[in-house]
């Protein structure tokens, strides 16, 4: 008989104590995040049997950024849709995979304070090969009229905006993390009795890693300050804080996430042939800068801080820099 760890939090209890320690607090940001919880599970399962079953490779569509929808992208982001729409916590939302937002026009959700914006798979092209992928996701307090329907200024909001934002790693083992402005907590899915539970209380990104992130297959497209940082890695030894290390997946949410937690910098520059990189603001960018902010890190665009920009598009793209504040300020010295 295997014996279950009581002290150890499971990410409903979590989201309830939390609650207990702010008695004004109405409970409906917890929902939320127990509704994603549900949701991060059934796809746990589709990924982890995605080679058993027909539901490798592309669905046959392009989607709204031109690239190829993998049939596992249609049912993560079915059942994020489904589980947002089912709950009384959204009164709409965003995805990736979809050229406009779809507003939940119910008695229920238009009573709803938050919409939801999310990544459903990001990383799906790596499945094939078996590679971590992820589910990325950006809450924010709506600024439209409550009780009536949501409406697409809701969702065209800058990332500072963001109530929560976080993000599932389907790995070794699967993760959830998510931030708030009080913090950044991760739990790890114990498949023994289908809970997410507290592994990673309180995370914070160390201000100096060894790791830095890029496609340096595109060195020669990236701008001259780019460069220059990127030299300065490369040209790292002992005397100076080094010798660093390149580490680049391919699958932003594996490389993000071990840099939070080793400390390191992610970077995906806009390029000559494609200035405003290849990242969306509102489902990459905006989330991942929030959580590393609030770990202790910085993020930018290579000229301002990502969380201050206006969005004007459901689909806009940016240049990203992220990781550990010490490393950011070298970069922004190159820059």
Request: charge should be negative; include cysteine; proline fraction near 4%.
């Amino acid at each position: 008989m295997s014996i279950v760890n009581r002290q150890v939090l499971t990410l409903d209890e979590f989201t309830i104590q939390q609650l207990r320690n702010f008695p004004k607090a109405t409970g409906e940001l917890s929902s939320l995040l127990r509704d994603i919880g549900l949701a991060a599970k059934r796809i746990n399962v589709e990924v982890n049997k995605a080679g058993l079953v027909d539901i490798l490779g592309d669905y046959g569509s392009v989607n709204v950024q031109g690239e190829e929808v993998k049939k596992l992208d249609i049912f993560a982001n079915n059942q994020m849709m489904g589980v947002l729409r089912h709950g009384i916590s959204c009164a709409g939302i965003g995805s990736e995979e979809m050229d406009d937002i779809v507003i939940f026009d119910d008695e229920v959700s238009n009573q709803s304070k938050y919409v939801v914006l999310f990544d459903p798979l990001d990383g799906s092209g790596n499945i094939d090969v078996n590679v971590s992928i992820g589910t990325i996701f950006s809450v924010y307090r709506r600024t439209s009229e409550l009780g009536k329907p949501c409406t697409k200024e809701d969702f065209l909001q800058p990332g500072i905006k963001q109530v929560a934002a976080g993000y599932v790693i389907y790995g070794s083992s699967t993760m959830l993390v998510y931030a708030t402005r009080r913090g950044v907590n991760g739990f790890t899915l114990d498949p023994s009795i289908g809970e997410f539970c507290l592994s990673h209380p309180n995370m914070i990104c160390p201000e100096f890693g060894k790791i830095y992130s890029v496609n340096h297959g595109n060195f020669f497209l990236y701008s001259e300050g780019v460069r220059k940082y990127i030299t300065l890695c490369q040209q790292k030894n002992k005397d100076n804080g080094g010798p660093y290390t390149q580490r680049y997946i391919g699958s932003m949410v594996s490389d993000v996430h071990r840099n939070l937690i080793k400390g390191g910098i992610f970077m995906y520059p806009g390029m000559s042939d494609k200035p405003k990189g290849k990242l969306r603001l509102l489902y990459e960018c905006n989330p991942f800068a929030f959580i590393i902010e609030v770990a202790g890190g910085k993020a930018t665009n290579g000229e301002m801080r990502v969380l201050d920009i206006e969005p004007s598009d459901l689909h806009q793209r940016s240049p990203f820099f992220v990781g550990s504040k010490g490393m950011m300020e070298e970069l922004e010295a190159c820059l």
